[in-house]
């Protein structure tokens, strides 16, 4: 279930309307974490990280949140990469490390 949200940002670079992610560009453009747009882009991300968390606890990952964080980072960096390099495999490769970091976090 980790592993399917790197198949839905391919899907997601792939249309003709991709621009980055709302969160991402409002968080950029409203630096301070006091600012309500910030706040809101904050509380995106980190139900995001919630459900991440919780997939992970459920998969049997050890630190669960740990793993969250770390296919956070994976997704957001692939975000920026394929806005930035539209040319990327951002999804793809992003997909690859993800899955070695469920394969060493899932307790057996």
């Known amino acids: 279930k980790m592993l399917a949200l790197f198949d839905a940002l391919e ?9 980055g992610c709302l969160f ?4 950029a453009e409203f630096p301070d974490p ?14 995001l990280y919630e459900e991440l968390r919780q997939l992970a606890q459920q998969a049997g990952a050890g630190k669960p949140g740990e793993l969250a964080a770390q296919l956070m980072l994976l997704s957001d960096g692939a975000i920026v990469t394929k806005q930035v390099n539209r040319q990327a ?16 976090a899932v307790v057996e």
């Open 24 to 27: 991402i560009n409002a968080a």
């Open 11 to 19: 899907e997601w670079f792939n249309r003709e309307d991709f621009n």
């Open 34 to 47: 006091a600012d309500p747009v910030h706040a809101k882009a904050a509380s995106h991300k980190q139900l």
């Open 89 to 104: 495999p951002a999804a793809t490769q992003a997909k690859k490390a993800a899955a070695l970091l469920i394969d060493q």
